[in-house]
């Protein structure tokens, strides 16, 4: 989704940012996004609160809800589409392999599909 989004809004995005923190999004405020997704997904109260107070600081608090809803939002379908034991697109196993993520095998793309 971010790349699609950074794509057609002709933005630039390193992706590599998302599971490298030592690389740049270059998106703004994409620091502040990233340590506010990872402490949405750790379940840490204090970094949350850090991050949550970070992130409004450079880009006011309307991202900060638009943030939380996305994060909420990929969550859902995350978890839906694991559940419901959908297999990761052929798309999408390039894009785990282009950022070094390993897929459990009941997620792995079905031979013969894309």
Do not use: Y
Not at 100 to 112: E, I, K, N, Q, S
Request: glycine content about 8%.
């Amino acid at each position: 989704m971010l790349r699609a989004s950074a794509t057609r809004t002709d933005r630039p995005l390193n992706l590599a940012a998302v599971t490298d923190p030592t690389q740049d999004s270059q998106l703004e405020w994409g620091r502040e996004l990233l340590v506010f997704t990872d402490a949405a997904l750790a379940r840490d109260r204090a970094a949350m609160r850090s991050a949550r107070e970070a992130l409004k600081l450079v880009a006011g608090p309307e991202a900060v809800v638009r943030a939380a809803g996305c994060v909420g939002n990929f969550q859902i379908m995350n978890r839906l589409m694991d559940t419901l034991g959908v297999p990761v697109s052929r798309a999408g196993l390039a894009l785990a392999e282009e950022l070094g993520l390993d897929l459990p095998d009941h997620l792995m793309p079905v031979p013969g599909t894309t």
